[in-house]
């Protein structure tokens, strides 16, 4: 079985300052995992994925993530907030035990404030 | 360019009505996903088809239907037996190696009174 958990369904920082969205997850065999941004009334687009070549991934507008084994953990960074960034963000988990099938968590809401 | 359309972004039906959400894709993906997301409760996986007709049920299958014909369309039907019909609906396909990301249609926002 596989699991993510989003701690912090909103998140509040000032422009320029950093973001920090936190996600574990579980799972029973080596997991894929990847964040998603969704902007209000659009679907979600990939921002960054781990797949095993390299612990510490970058994405997209600046963000990051680096995945920890020994803490079942796939944080999401940026070093400076821009109010562009004000959007809900997504950790998902795939495993190949589940035919592929992404789980999600319940999302984290950035606002940037100016 | 390549991607998922989903039609259409608004849709209003009256109770105990059938409706179809369209999902067309030209990005050559095996793998089709319908979700369903509601505030707060992240995106619940409805029904996946990894190859042309062939489907399976996901997490919440009650009260929806699909279908695979063709290889670029995934339609979802909301039947009248869904008891609480009213979300937002979006579209998903995938390469077929289990590290492809999903791809995301902008969704079908479905409004039942």
């Known amino acids: 079985a596989q699991s993510v958990t989003q701690l912090g369904s909103h998140v509040s920082v000032s422009e320029g300052a950093l973001v920090l969205l936190r996600c574990n997850y579980s799972s029973s065999v080596p997991p894929y995992l990847f964040w998603y941004v969704q902007y209000p009334n659009q679907g979600l687009q990939l921002l960054l994925k781990y797949t095993s070549a390299a612990t510490l991934v970058k994405g997209i507008n600046g963000f990051e993530a680096e995945f920890k084994k020994s803490e079942t953990s796939f944080h999401l960074t940026k070093p400076s907030a821009h109010m562009s960034d004000a959007a809900e963000y997504f950790c998902?988990?795939?495993?190949?035990?589940?035919?592929?099938?992404?789980?999600f968590g319940d999302g984290t809401t950035l606002t940037v404030k100016p | 360019d390549g991607g998922i359309t989903q039609s259409p972004k608004y849709l209003f039906r009256k109770e105990g009505q059938n409706v179809t959400l369209s999902c067309e894709q030209n990005?050559?993906?095996?793998?089709m996903y319908w979700y369903r997301q509601d505030p707060g409760q992240g995106l619940r996986l409805i029904y996946y088809s990894q190859i042309v007709n062939d489907f399976q049920k996901g997490d919440i299958a009650e009260g929806y239907s699909v279908s695979r014909e063709k290889k670029e369309s995934f339609p979802l039907t909301v039947t009248s037996a869904q008891k609480n019909p009213t979300a937002f609906y979006l579209c998903a396909s995938s390469g077929f190696s289990y590290n492809s990301p999903l791809h995301f249609g902008n969704g079908t926002r479905l409004t039942v009174t």
């Open positions: 990005l050559n993906h095996d793998a």
């Open positions: 998902a988990v795939t495993a190949n035990t589940n035919a592929g099938k992404s789980t």
